[in-house]
Structure formats: structure tokens, C-alpha cells
T-cell receptor, first 111, second 112 residues
Framework: SQQGEEDPQALSIQEGENATMNCSYKTSINNLQWYRQNSGRGLVHLILIRSNEREKHSGRLRVTLDTSKKSSSLLITASRAADTASYFCATGTQGAQKLVFGQGTRLTINP | ETGVTQSPTHLIKTRGQQVTLRCSSQSGHNTVSWYQQALGQGPQFIFQYYREEENGRGNFPPRFSGLQFPNYSSELNVNALELDDSALYLC???????????FGPGTRLLVL
């Protein structure tokens, strides 16, 4: 079963706009990660935020984590056509070997 | 590119058959995890191998089995294939205890 719920399931915006995706999860976590997947192929790691962090930046990406609400958001600023992909949040828990993924958000950037 | 490779890229099997999928981990990574991703869903953890031993398993039946070799490459074997086994199978490698996993391109399996 999936740990998280992602919202929205699909998002379509114009190039240059910002895209925000949200992820909620159910259990206590050690870290939360965001991955990108192009056209049903392999996943690419984007960013990791630990449970004791509230915000993290990497280039055009900004991730927030609210452990009290068990939720995270991924913001992509100044979107580009190449950002078109599916985005997944994944949670890691202390001592567990697995990542537990949400169902993903399908992002489409229109030129 | 992560340096994780998988073979084959695509595979078609019939119900009841057996299949073996292969994964070569990124250099220096001694832990390999396998995930199943059904169409339109997020990946689901099958199991993980570390130093040739299973090191955690998800909610998959015993007909899903695996191996890890001394060079850290890995195989996923699925017996008695069912239609619902049709999915993208992803392999991911990492150093032991590393939180981030590095995924291969996947093998797309279709069971008819």
C-alpha cells in the first residue's frame, strides 16, 4: 500500500509559471525525498529533507516539510518544458530498508 | 544517468511462466532494492539485498525471489506469472545505510 497521497494527481501550467505539488503521509518518518520520472522510465532523485528540517532548496526546487501535519510540498520555480514528468514523494523511516512512495503528480509544462 | 543498468528493457511472458530480471548496481553500491510500479501508480517495495542476503521485504508473495551476487549485481525472479504482475520493475542501488537510492531505467514486463 502507498504511504502518501499526492495532490494534485495532474497539473498543467504554462512555461515560466511556478508549479507546486503536495504530499501527505501517514506515519513518522526519518526523511522525505522527491523523485522525478520521465515517460515511465527510471526515477531520478531530486532532493531529500530530513525530519528535523523545515525547508530545503536546490536550484529551482524548494521543498518544505511539516511533520506536525505530516505533509510536504515541492515548488518548481520558472518551469521549463523539460520539467514535464511525474513527480513522486517517498518517505524513509528509521531502520527500514525501503522507500514508500506516493502515487505521484503528473506535471505538464505547456510552451 | 545513475550508472544502474537493467536488462532486458521489455519482456512479454504468458501466465504461468517464470521470468528473471537483471540489475547491475552503480559502482561502490553494495545494497540493491527492487520495486514494482503498476501503470499510473507509485513504485512499491519488493525487497532489498545487502551482501548477498535479503535485508527487508515488502508485501509480495514468495513467488517473488531474488539473488545478489558478490559483485553486487542482482536478479529478480518471479514464478507462476499472473496477469497482475504486468508492471515496470525498477532496481535501485545505494551504499549501505544511504538514504537516497539510485534507480535504473526499469524493465517493463507484460504478462498475457
Amino acid at each position: 500500500s502507498q504511504q502518501g497521497e499526492e495532490d494534485p494527481q495532474a497539473l498543467s501550467i504554462q512555461e515560466g509559471e511556478n508549479a507546486t505539488m503536495n504530499c501527505s503521509y501517514k506515519t513518522s518518518i526519518n526523511n522525505l525525498q522527491w523523485y522525478r520520472q520521465n515517460s515511465g522510465r527510471g526515477l531520478v532523485h531530486l532532493i531529500l529533507i530530513r525530519s528535523n528540517e523545515r525547508e530545503k532548496h536546490s536550484g529551482r526546487l524548494r521543498v518544505t516539510l511539516d511533520t506536525s501535519k505530516k505533509s510536504s510540498s515541492l515548488l518548481i520555480t520558472a518551469s521549463r518544458a523539460a520539467d514535464t514528468a511525474s513527480y513522486f514523494c517517498a518517505t524513509g523511516t528509521q531502520g527500514a530498508q525501503k522507500l514508500v512512495f506516493g502515487q505521484g503528480t503528473r506535471l505538464t509544462i505547456n510552451p | 544517468e545513475t550508472g544502474v543498468t537493467q536488462s532486458p528493457t521489455h519482456l512479454i511472458k504468458t501466465r504461468g511462466q517464470q521470468v528473471t530480471l537483471r540489475c547491475s548496481s552503480q559502482s561502490g553500491h553494495n545494497t540493491v532494492s527492487w520495486y514494482q510500479q503498476a501503470l499510473g501508480q507509485g513504485p512499491q517495495f519488493i525487497f532489498q539485498y545487502y551482501r548477498e542476503e535479503e535485508n527487508g521485504r515488502g508485501n509480495f508473495p514468495p513467488r517473488f525471489s531474488g539473488l545478489q551476487f558478490p559483485n553486487y549485481s542482482s536478479e529478480l525472479n518471479v514464478n507462476a506469472l499472473e496477469l497482475d504482475d504486468s508492471a515496470l520493475y525498477l532496481c535501485a542501488s545505494s551504499p549501505r545505510g544511504w538514504e537516497t537510492q539510485y534507480f535504473g531505467p526499469g524493465t517493463r514486463l507484460l504478462v498475457l
